[in-house]
């Protein structure tokens, strides 16, 4: 289990950038895959990126390639999202999740994870 928190969330007009956080607490966080999520009102949650234990290899949703970018810093046991030219159709409640790297099969699904954050709203006007 680790605990993970959320942060970098706001608004921001579209075209424009911002950069989300997610900081996590507990031991072995080199031993995770984390993921990143995000789920609009009357929709179901939609994967976003993910990232290997050694950051080596990330995997994006077909609508977020070439606009985000996944990353991570074990010593600071922190990931990131880069988020740029972004569109109103981005806006959603932003999560972040982790996955023991042992026991994962499909980084995409939301059932693979069992640590998730609280959330950050990112919400995009045109």
């Known amino acids: 289990q680790v605990q993970l928190v959320e942060s970098g969330g706001g608004l921001v007009q579209a075209g424009g950038s911002l950069r989300l956080s997610c900081a996590a607490s507990?031991?072995?966080?080199?031993?995770?895959?984390m993921g990143w999520f995000r789920q609009a009102p009357g929709r179901e949650r939609e994967f976003v990126a993910a990232?290997?234990?050694?950051?080596?290899?990330?995997v994006y949703g077909d609508s977020m390639k070439g606009r985000f970018t996944m990353s991570r810093d074990n010593a600071k046991k922190t990931v990131y999202l880069q988020m740029n030219s972004l569109k109103p159709e981005d806006t959603a409640v932003y999560y972040c999740a982790a996955a023991y790297s042992g026991f994962v099969r499909y980084v995409s699904r939301v059932n693979e994870y069992d640590s998730w954050g609280q959330g950050t709203q990112v919400t995009v006007s045109s």
């Open positions: 990232i290997n234990w050694s950051g080596s290899t990330t």
């Open positions: 507990g031991r072995a966080f080199s031993d995770y895959t």
